[in-house]
């Protein structure tokens, strides 16, 4: 979906007035690491029942005031998106599927009663911020712009009720490598004391409340050396869902792939969405069913199961080559990238940046 706004004239700017200068930021870009380092720029726009979305504007990054009776810091009414703006080779900027990132924003806000934004107003929002910050789109290997668009309750009350006025931003953060270090795949460990969510609950909503329930397992995946934690259903504790903040895919010996499906309580990816079309478009076996724990020790023991992998926004495809859990210590084929792993991940960077044919349309250039 292209905005149908004028981006210039929905999201005016207003400069900040002593923006980072260009040798700071130079030296800043070549090592950027993940969300640690912020644009001079963000976009705003706010939402009440009698003017609906106003005030909307790109406006110097700056601290929030906020009442201590905010909504958002009593009741978690919070949803967020993330995607990412890449450099092409002659200089350009491209988004991709960003339209998937409006819908399911409407979505998670749909869930979370909240106010829903137009997708035309999310692009646009993502268009203008990009074209005021594009010189933090790092030119390193690997390198783009993060894209945090979120909205919070900003009501100042306190009562069990949807809020009546909402704030919505976008910030924007220049990103290298999501995982730290050069190994080449991942280790999960198995969280057998916590889940990360139940049938009817938020699961399939971007919303913060979720992350927040995964944190525990997390620390507990990092306290045992593990890089993430990989979440059990809610009710039998048997079928492997997601990692805490990426979609699982499992690679048999016959060449088909595998993913947990879509039943509420695992979030729709959109990098999963788009792997499970390169995989059809390259006449694989797709299935998307339920997988146990067991299945994968099994099947990683057998040699059935040769490849695994997570894939999100953030991290785009990163091979799981080892899991860990209490009573269970497996690897998955050599325990590094598979080969249709890093086939896919390739086919997938390739198409982003506009290095390879976008048969799909997923790939929008805005600068």
């Known amino acids: 979906m292209t905005p149908t ?5 929905t999201f005016p700017l207003e400069r900040h007035a002593s923006p980072v200068d260009a040798t700071t930021r130079a030296g800043l870009l070549e090592n950027p690491g993940f969300g640690r380092i912020f ?11 009698e003017k609906g979305w106003h005030d909307l504007a790109i406006q110097p990054r700056a601290s929030l005031q906020m009442d201590p009776a905010c909504a958002v810091l009593h009741y978690a009414q919070e949803i967020f998106e993330g995607l990412k703006a890449y450099r092409t ?50 030119a390193i290997e690997g390198g783009s712009l993060y894209l945090r668009p979120f909205m919070i309750a900003s009501e100042v009350f306190l009562g069990v009720k949807p809020s009546a006025e909402y704030l919505y931003m976008v910030i924007a953060s220049p990103a290298g490598a999501y995982f730290k270090g050069s190994a080449p795949s991942i ?6 004391d916590y889940t990360r969510a139940a049938p009817g609950g938020t699961g399939a909503a971007k919303c913060g409340g979720n992350y927040a329930a995964s944190l525990q397992a997390q620390a507990e995946a990092i306290r045992e050396g593990c890089d993430q934690v990989v979440f059990l259903d809610a009710v039998q504790r048997a079928e492997v869902e997601e990692l805490g903040g990426m979609n699982t895919f499992f690679v048999f010996d016959d060449g088909s792939i595998q993913t ?21 478009d390259e006449g694989l076996g797709v299935r998307e069913a339920p997988y146990s724990i067991d299945a994968w020790e099994a099947d990683a023991a057998s040699g059935r199961l040769r490849e695994s992998f997570a894939c999100g926004t953030a991290a785009v495809v990163t091979p799981i080559g080892r899991v860990r859990g209490r009573s269970r210590d497996f690897r998955i084929g050599n325990g590094g990238p598979g080969e249709l792993t890093s086939r896919l991940r390739e086919r997938l960077v390739a198409i982003q940046k506009q290095q390879a044919p976008d048969p799909h349309g997923w790939v929008r250039r805005i600068l």
């Open 5 to 9: 706004l004028d981006v210039t004239t």
């Open 39 to 49: 644009t001079d720029h963000m976009a705003v726009a706010r939402w009440n029942a």
């Open 89 to 138: 080779d002659d200089g350009g900027v491209t988004l991709f599927r960003a339209d998937a990132n409006a819908r399911r924003f409407r979505e998670s806000a749909r869930r979370m009663a909240m106010a829903e934004l137009p997708e035309d107003l999310f692009l646009a929002s993502i268009d203008a911020l990009v074209a005021a910050d594009r010189e933090w789109i790092p």
């Open 187 to 192: 280790t999960v460990w198995v969280s057998e």
């Open 260 to 280: 947990p499906p879509l039943t509420g309580t695992i979030l729709p990816g959109i990098t999963r969405d788009s792997i499970l079309t390169l995989a059809r």
